[in-house]
């Protein structure tokens, strides 16, 4: 599918499920697959009503440590803190202050502000965790062959590329052993 045609299934879905209510939805897949992508564009589609939480901002420093794929997937993406300090204050209505992670220092840098707007956009991997999906109301997740995935994930700015595949391992264990794609409300095939 096309970032529109991708955009468009998405949207279809949420104007079906929206109430006037808040509505909390990850979007998730792995590196690469497109989520941003879609996450922009389902934020220029209902222009003013969407709120965007990167996964990306919570991730933790681990200075270089090698872990197996599964204490990667427990260890690198601190969802608790994504919990506490953004989905339970948006889902009270409250809007959120965080700090966001920092790829290239390895630290938590500027601090930012979301809105609790109608749409509130989980975007990034491991967003389906089974700890968040009590607080999700939709969730969406994006296939994208691995390796149309490297091909982007390589060609991001990056000083360093070495990380990738430790990080793929982790992926991998999180499809494979918690296979959020089977918990998703809609399942896109990206590019």
Known sequence: MTP???????CAMLNHRRTGARIIVAIDG??????????????????GCVSIVRCDDFYRPLSGATLSPQEAYDNYFDWRRLR????KPLRNGQTVRYQRYDWS??????????EPREIVLIEG???????????????IFIETPREE?????LARP???????????????WYL??????HHADLVIEGL
């Open 84 to 87: 506490d300090e953004a989905l």
């Open 158 to 172: 990056q000083p360093d590329a070495s990380w990738i595949d430790q990080w793929m391992a982790a992926e991998d």
């Open 105 to 114: 220092t390895g630290r938590l840098t500027e601090w930012i502000d979301v």
């Open 149 to 153: 995935r490297m091909r982007r994930l």
């Open 30 to 47: 792995a590196g690469g697959a497109g989520k941003s992508t879609l996450a922009r564009g389902i934020e220029d589609a209902f222009v």
């Open 125 to 139: 991997v491991f967003s389906m965790r089974p700890e968040l999906r009590p607080m999700i109301g939709v969730a």
């Open 176 to 181: 494979e052993n918690v296979a959020p794609q």
């Open 4 to 10: 529109e045609q991708t955009a468009s299934a998405a």
